[in-house]
């Protein structure tokens, strides 16, 4: 149908290097999420020859499902962690300049109801500008009653005194995710999808490497590497049992929980943040690709699972939250989609923190075999994460020390100007070459509402290392997210154009189908 790619065997020829039996990397990066991705592009840039193993999809888990945030924490400031803040809010500002197709300058307001809450937020946020310095997104202001009905249509009047007006970045988290592993591999490293380490080499009591198995060949590789990182996430110690049986969990998991509705329901463009619910907790109403996402919960669980469902009670807490604050309030029978994710957060062991409370930074754990773990963490943060951990592998083996370059290094798709009003836009640079692939087939739209065409699956098999249905509609583009339902109707043309692209039959579509099907019923309330 159309041929602008040269990348469809991209997949294929990076997997043939790891074959290269000779072959012993520098950095071998365990996990295609958030963390991984920002330590494996921190290694190739800085000249280490590098490779990214991901067990399913890039993003496939925690690091596709946030609140679609880049910002500082405004919290955290409660909770003293100053620190966090400033780091958060530094790595904010280098985001917006390195991903400006991806990272959005929104503006926020706090709805206060009494004086003192007033001048308490608005010392809180002047902080939070202070913090920001020169990387700040703009400055802090209390607003008028009257100003503040006029920015947040909808919003229930009753006992308010006004609002505060503040800056922080919105983005994509799993469009960034793609971007990076095209930055990883334009750098000279590889990274690919779907490919599971089943176990750690050692040489003698050292991790000297990974056995690895491609999930679509069950072809079997031993890669070889002067360092390992796990940089799983929520399964972490999943790794950790590899290296040493015996290791204690290093983890907790929160389940943070979003609900997705129409614009209907919260109408205007400025982001709405409820900086204390009836719990304690921070809840968003963030405008997202033409929807609303209200969020989040942050509820203890015991086991980290790749497709965490949402509890009725994060589901009611959220929307029972939402009706306080908004006109018309949402019912069950409105939400398009739920989502949810799970954060792994580096606590202490044997304290018995409420994970609200446990700080987000994050923590480098080496173990006696030399391998390197890292915990905690948040997607703002990814790239200081990542030059953190090449740093201590630096120091750690004895490296000669080198200088970071991803600071200010442009991620794949950067552009100048962006229209985010363009259904492409988060293509950036590559948007033109897209929207010239649509206009060839002008009746090609596969969702109207989601203005999602075909083009965008051709070119996610050949340029975005997509391999199913699941890849395309969750996180290529956002469509399970946006309105489940629409995603399921999509399902059977997606997988057909697909497996035109991967040279699979009527069967292999079929059975996408089935299995995407299954999956996004769970991101339907019933």
Request: with cysteine; aromatic share 8%; hydrophobic share 40%.
């Amino acid at each position: 149908m159309f041929n602008q790619s040269n990348g469809l065997s991209e997949r294929s020829d990076l997997l043939s290097q790891l074959q290269a039996t000779a072959t012993i990397f520098d950095v071998i990066v365990i996990g295609g999420g958030a963390t991984g991705l920002g330590i494996a592009l921190e290694a190739a840039t800085r000249g280490y020859k590098t490779v990214l193993l991901e067990q399913l999809d890039f993003a496939k888990g925690t690091s596709s499902r946030s609140t679609k945030l880049v910002h500082g924490g405004v919290r955290y400031l409660g909770q003293g962690d100053i620190k966090l803040v400033r780091e958060a809010t530094v790595e904010r500002g280098l985001l917006y300049k390195n991903a400006p197709h991806l990272v959005k300058n929104t503006q926020f307001i706090i709805p206060v109801y009494s004086f003192f809450d007033k001048w308490f937020y608005t010392i809180g946020l002047k902080l939070y500008d202070w913090i920001s310095g020169r990387l700040s997104l703009g400055n802090s202001s209390a607003i008028s009653r009257k100003e503040t009905l006029k920015r947040l249509p909808g919003i229930i009047p009753d006992k308010l005194a006004g609002g505060i007006l503040y800056h922080d970045g919105q983005f994509d988290d799993s469009r960034l995710a793609i971007n990076l592993y095209q930055s990883i591999v334009a750098a000279g490293a590889i990274a690919v999808n779907y490919v599971k380490v089943t176990g750690l080499l050692k040489d003698g009591q050292k991790v000297s490497g990974v056995e690895a198995v491609d999930g679509e060949t069950g072809t079997q590789y031993t890669i070889k590497g002067k360092s390992v990182v796990n940089a799983t996430g929520v399964f972490v110690d999943d790794i950790l049992k590899m290296d040493d049986a015996e290791k204690p969990k290093s983890i907790r998991v929160s389940q943070g929980v979003h609900v997705v509705l129409d614009t209907k329901f919260y109408t205007s463009s400025n982001a709405l943040m409820i900086p204390k619910t009836s719990d304690g907790r921070v809840l968003f109403a963030v405008p997202w690709h033409d929807k609303v996402i209200v969020g989040t919960t942050d509820t203890p669980v015991d086991d980290a699972l790749l497709e965490p469902r949402a509890l009725d009670k994060e589901i009611a807490f959220i929307l029972e939250t939402a009706g306080n604050y908004l006109q018309l309030k949402p019912e069950r029978k409105d939400v398009l989609s739920v989502y949810a994710g799970l954060r792994p957060l580096a606590a202490p062991q044997g304290q018995s923190q409420k994970t609200k409370e446990i700080s987000r930074s994050h923590k480098i754990v080496v173990s006696p075999s030399g391998l390197f773990t890292i915990l905690g963490g948040k997607w703002t943060t990814y790239r200081k994460m990542g030059e953190d951990m090449v740093d201590d592998i630096e120091k750690k083996l004895h490296w000669k020390r080198t200088s970071s370059v991803t600071a200010g290094l442009a991620i794949h798709g950067h552009c100048g100007e962006t229209n985010f009003n363009d259904p492409f836009y988060f293509y950036g640079s590559e948007a033109p070459m897209i929207r010239e692939m649509a206009d060839k087939d002008p009746g090609g739209w596969i969702s109207a509402d989601l203005q999602i065409h075909k083009a965008q699956v051709v070119w996610a098999v050949q340029n975005e290392m997509a391999r199913t249905v699941e890849d395309f509609l969750s996180r290529r583009t956002r469509a399970l997210l946006l309105d489940a339902r629409e995603s399921i109707r999509m399902a059977a043309e997606v997988a057909r154009i697909m497996a035109a692209e991967l040279n699979q039959d009527s069967d292999w579509a079929d059975k996408q189908v089935a299995e995407f099907i299954k999956l996004a019923k769970g991101y339907i309330i019933e």
